[in-house]
């Protein structure tokens, strides 16, 4: 069982910036990769970026590029988000997963997530 905890939510104005944290533990027996995802009511989850098990390799979502950073300490079971120039688009529940699959292109899909955390609340009010 592996338990993954997020953190770093909160409201922010438009433009503003905050952090995420999200950290897995347990029986964290393989390398695997670290996505963020974001879903906002009545909508669908959709993957915002993700990160292999080095932290070298990341994948972004065309709305995360250039205002999102993904990184992860080589081998580390902890991965931040830092993200910049909030809109209110990007109003959501952030949720982290973590995945042994490490081809990036495969890191969109939900489905290929083991475990998930329950996510944290991003609010950018206008």
């Known amino acids: 069982q592996v338990d993954v905890v997020e953190s770093g939510g909160g409201l922010v104005q438009t433009g503003g910036s905050l952090r995420l944290s999200c950290t897995a533990s347990g029986r964290t027996l393989s390398p695997f990769a670290m996505g963020w995802f974001r879903q906002a009511p009545g909508k669908e989850r959709n993957f915002v970026a993700g990160i292999d098990w080095s932290g070298t390799i990341t994948h972004y979502d065309d709305s995360a590029k250039g205002r999102f950073t993904i990184s992860r300490h080589s081998a580390s079971n902890t991965v931040t988000l830092q993200m910049n120039s909030l809109k209110p688009e990007d109003t959501a529940v952030y949720y982290c997963?973590?995945?042994?699959?490490?081809?990036?292109?495969?890191?969109?899909?939900?489905?290929?997530?083991?475990?998930w955390g329950q996510g944290t609340q991003v609010t950018v009010s206008s």
């Open positions: 997963g973590t995945t042994r699959v490490q081809e990036r292109t495969a890191w969109p899909t939900g489905a290929k997530y083991d475990y």
